[in-house]
Nanobody, 125 residues
Framework: QVQLVESGGGLVQAGGSLRLSCVVS????????MGWFRQAPGKEREFVAT????????EYADSVKGRFTISRDNAKNTVYLQMNSLKAEDTADYYC??????????????????WGQGTQVTVSS
C-alpha cells in the first residue's frame, strides 16, 4: 500500500519560513519523480516544485522561484519543501505527489499517480 504523509504545515506571519516534509512508503522512492502542489480555497490545484530521482534536477513555479527549495533524501524516503519569505498568497493546502514520469522532472498534475493527504499552510499578512 502506497502512502505519502505530509507534515510541517501551520500558521506563519508573512516573511516567515516553514519546512514541509513528505514521507513515502510502499514504493521504490528513488525511482519516482517527486512534486509539491498546492490548492487554495476556491482554486484549482497548481504545480509548485518538482525534483528528479536523485535530486539533481529541479523545477519551480514562477510564483515561488527564489523563495522555495525542494530537496529529497532517498535514504529516508522523504521529500522536503523549504519555504522562505512566505506571502499571504502562499496560503493553501500543500500536497506531495509521486510520478513515474520518464522525464527528469514533471510539472504536469495528471502525471502523478500517488498523492498525500495534504498539509495546510496559512500565511498571515
Amino acid at each position: 500500500q502506497v502512502q505519502l504523509v505530509e507534515s510541517g504545515g501551520g500558521l506563519v506571519q508573512a516573511g516567515g519560513s516553514l519546512r514541509l516534509s513528505c514521507v513515502v512508503s510502499g514504493l521504490t522512492f528513488s525511482t519516482y519523480v517527486m512534486g509539491w502542489f498546492r490548492q487554495a480555497p476556491g482554486k484549482e490545484r497548481e504545480f509548485v516544485a518538482t525534483i528528479s530521482w536523485v535530486g539533481t534536477g529541479t523545477e519551480y513555479a514562477d510564483s515561488v522561484k527564489g523563495r522555495f527549495t525542494i530537496s529529497r533524501d532517498n535514504a529516508k524516503n522523504t521529500v522536503y519543501l523549504q519555504m522562505n519569505s512566505l506571502k499571504a498568497e502562499d496560503t493553501a493546502d500543500y500536497y506531495c505527489a509521486a510520478s513515474k514520469s520518464s522525464f527528469n522532472t514533471e510539472t504536469r498534475l495528471p502525471s502523478y499517480a500517488y498523492w498525500g493527504q495534504g498539509t495546510q499552510v496559512t500565511v498571515s499578512s
